[in-house]
């Protein structure tokens, strides 16, 4: 019998972490986008994030690879957009705590132990 599951707790922990922000991150995306991405690619991004956490958790490439795709669209659209644009907010206090969770995010599905275990165990 196949299980479904929302949080795996036999991933490695930083999997797991990665897995919950990606749910806190798709909530976010969809009712508070951030200021510098339109409302649409910030609307497909949380959609995205969504799937690729539960695909993450059920042991599943394309979640993993969805997870790393959108995560990376965050942070260019989100994080170094705004800063090739104007470089002083990298002097605002708000811009740091808004592009936080996006580069954690990616930093984490990308972590060595992250991707060791994607390539031996995912389907």
């Known amino acids: 019998m196949q299980t479904r599951r929302w949080v795996n707790p036999s991933q490695p922990q930083t999997l797991q972490i990665a897995v919950i922000l990606f749910y806190i991150s798709a909530v976010f995306s969809v009712l508070l986008p951030p ?3 339109p409302y649409m690619l ?3 991004i949380g959609v995205a994030f969504g799937f690729s956490g539960y695909g ?9 690879n ?5 995560a990376s669209v ?7 957009l ?5 470089f002083t907010l990298i002097l605002n206090p708000g811009f740091w705590l808004i592009a ?3 580069v954690a995010l990616l930093a984490l599905v990308l972590h060595p132990m ?10």
């Open 82 to 86: 705004p800063l090739a644009a104007d």
């Open 56 to 64: 993450i958790a059920n042991d599943r490439k394309w979640g993993y």
């Open 114 to 123: 992250s991707r060791s275990y994607q390539r031996i165990w995912f389907e």
């Open 66 to 70: 969805l997870g790393v795709a959108a």
């Open 100 to 102: 936080l969770f996006p």
């Open 35 to 37: 200021p510098f991405v």
């Open 42 to 44: 910030s609307l497909a």
């Open 74 to 80: 965050r942070v260019a659209f989100g994080v170094a």
